[in-house]
């Protein structure tokens, strides 16, 4: 066989997707031919699977000339032990890792999501189970445990099992973003690393360590600052460019719903000339009740977009609005008043993924071609709206 003919047949070989397709006519020309990983592996496969088969390409392979069968079958032991061996630290990775998730509380939303409470340095976090924040905790444990850190397979399986531990042996609870209201009192927050937490109820406020109601932590928040007491509203006002008194009260009012916790909730329009700190007003009122990373951000695309920064900011401040499509002025009078919305889950073909939230709003930048814009010049005038 010529050198051309030789390597049209590798050519071949490496286009066929079963290793040992025409593996006796192959081992002619390339003796390691059978000794291959992918070829090993598949042969320990096909030894398990089906045993004729099996039996019948090795067969062919000796009529074929190839004298180191018995080699072949000592290789293909050790691709078995070697399989044998990871399966058996998978599951033991995955035991230890249960194990070590004991000592945390797991309960779910009543929207099915796996949570779990964990105890670190004195104090109680809460953390959906497939976050990333839990299964950094998890990891952590597990090499404080044994030095050595748990491999992908394993972290999955066991937050498979705590996830379904959650789902049918925990009770069910509400989470929270930011804010809850529960009853005649009001919880805020703090989003510091202690997970404090302001009660506010009428007259008094304090600060608690652990208070009764679960917050969840999302990618963005940042902490308030602890309260002191004898402070005055007026304040404030050096920080909003509002050009009458009824402009501040509008303001103040707003920012007083949204830390109530519960709506419906008004939409604030801020209208201004251009230069009239509206994006200023705006990131001044998200900071007094819930600062992040990005404070103003551009509006949405659809409403599968609008409903997941709900669900993970408890104020929505967009920037820059120009108009509102009719889509989108539905969906947020839906998130301010509440509602929901429904959508088929990735990689499924019925499964729904479910949004449910309302939200303070705030909308910078809408022209109000209705008004004389020579009374906007010098301020911003804040307009709440609500929708019924």
Same mark, same amino acid.
């Given at each position: 066989?010529?050198?051309?003919?030789?390597?049209?047949?590798?050519?071949?070989?490496?286009?066929?997707?079963?290793?040992?397709?025409?593996?006796?006519?192959?081992?002619?020309?390339?003796?390691a031919?059978?000794f291959?990983?992918?070829?090993?592996?598949?042969?320990?496969e096909?030894?398990?699977?089906?045993?004729?088969?099996?039996?019948?390409?090795?067969?062919? !392979?000796?009529?074929?000339?190839?004298?180191?069968?018995?080699a072949?079958?000592?290789?293909?032991?050790?691709?078995?032990?070697?399989?044998?061996d990871?399966?058996?630290?998978?599951?033991?990775?995955?035991?230890?890792?249960?194990?070590?998730?004991?000592?945390?509380? !797991?309960?779910?939303?009543?929207?099915?999501?796996?949570?779990?409470?964990?105890?670190?340095?004195?104090?109680?976090?809460? +953390?959906?189970?497939?976050?990333?924040?839990?299964?950094?905790?998890?990891?952590?444990?597990f090499?404080?445990e044994?030095?050595?850190?748990?491999?992908? /397979?394993?972290?999955?399986?066991?937050?498979?099992? &705590? /996830?379904a531990?959650?789902?049918?042996?925990?009770p069910?609870?509400?989470?929270?973003?930011?804010v809850?209201?529960?009853?005649e009192?009001?919880?805020?927050?703090?989003?510091?690393?202690?997970?404090?937490?302001?009660?506010?109820?009428?007259?008094?406020?304090?600060?608690?360590?652990?208070?009764?109601?679960?917050?969840?932590?999302?990618?963005?928040?940042?902490?308030?600052?602890?309260?002191?007491?004898?402070?005055?509203?007026?304040?404030?006002?050096?920080?909003?460019?509002?050009?009458?008194?009824?402009?501040?009260? !509008?303001?103040?009012? +707003?920012?007083?719903?949204?830390?109530?916790?519960?709506g419906?909730?008004?939409?604030?329009? !801020?209208?201004?000339?251009?230069?009239?700190?509206?994006?200023?007003?705006?990131?001044?009122?998200?900071?007094?009740?819930?600062?992040?990373?990005?404070?103003?951000?551009?509006?949405?695309?659809?409403?599968?977009?609008?409903?997941?920064?709900?669900?993970?900011?408890?104020?929505?401040?967009?920037?820059?609005?120009?108009?509102?499509?009719?889509?989108?002025?539905?969906? &947020?009078?839906?998130?301010?008043?509440?509602?929901?919305?429904?959508?088929?889950?990735?990689?499924?073909?019925?499964?729904?993924?479910?949004?449910?939230?309302?939200?303070?709003?705030?909308?910078?930048?809408?022209?109000?071609?209705?008004?004389?814009?020579?009374?906007?010049?010098?301020?911003t005038?804040?307009?709440?709206?609500?929708?019924s």
């Amino acid at each position: 066989m010529s050198d051309d003919e030789v390597r049209a047949a590798f050519d071949a070989a490496e286009e066929i997707r079963d290793p040992l397709d025409g593996l006796a006519d192959r081992s002619k020309l390339d003796k390691a031919a059978p000794f291959r990983p992918e070829v090993l592996e598949r042969f320990a496969e096909l030894r398990q699977e089906d045993r004729a088969a099996f039996e019948t390409i090795r067969v062919a !392979l000796k009529e074929g000339g190839f004298k180191r069968v018995t080699a072949l079958d000592d290789a293909i032991d050790g691709v078995d032990r070697t399989s044998e061996d990871l399966n058996e630290k998978v599951r033991k990775q995955s035991d230890v890792l249960i194990e070590l998730a004991r000592e945390v509380v !797991l309960f779910h939303s009543p929207d099915g999501t796996g949570y779990a409470d964990v105890n670190v340095d004195d104090h109680r976090e809460t +953390w959906p189970i497939r976050s990333k924040g839990f299964r950094r905790w998890l990891t952590r444990r597990f090499y404080l445990e044994t030095d050595s850190a748990p491999n992908a /397979e394993a972290l999955n399986s066991a937050l498979s099992v &705590l /996830e379904a531990q959650a789902s049918f042996d925990g009770p069910t609870q509400d989470v929270y973003v930011r804010v809850a209201n529960i009853g005649e009192r009001i919880y805020l927050d703090l989003c510091n690393s202690t997970w404090q937490a302001i009660e506010i109820c009428a007259g008094s406020w304090r600060i608690v360590d652990n208070p009764p109601v679960r917050f969840q932590r999302t990618p963005g928040m940042l902490p308030l600052p602890a309260p002191v007491r004898g402070g005055s509203i007026e304040a404030l006002k050096p920080f909003l460019n509002t050009k009458t008194e009824p402009d501040f009260v !509008l303001a103040v009012s +707003w920012v007083e719903q949204a830390l109530r916790g519960k709506g419906p909730f008004p939409v604030e329009a !801020l209208v201004g000339e251009q230069g009239t700190a509206k994006s200023t007003f705006a990131k001044c009122q998200r900071a007094l009740v819930d600062p992040n990373i990005v404070p103003l951000r551009s509006l949405p695309r659809d409403d599968r977009d609008l409903f997941i920064a709900a669900t993970n900011s408890h104020v929505l401040a967009f920037d820059n609005v120009s108009g509102l499509p009719p889509w989108l002025s539905d969906a &947020l009078c839906r998130i301010a008043s509440g509602g929901g919305f429904t959508t088929r889950q990735l990689y499924t073909d019925s499964d729904e993924v479910l949004f449910d939230a309302q939200r303070p709003i705030v909308l910078n930048g809408i022209e109000d071609h209705n008004r004389n814009a020579a009374r906007l010049r010098g301020g911003t005038r804040p307009e709440c709206c609500s929708r019924s």
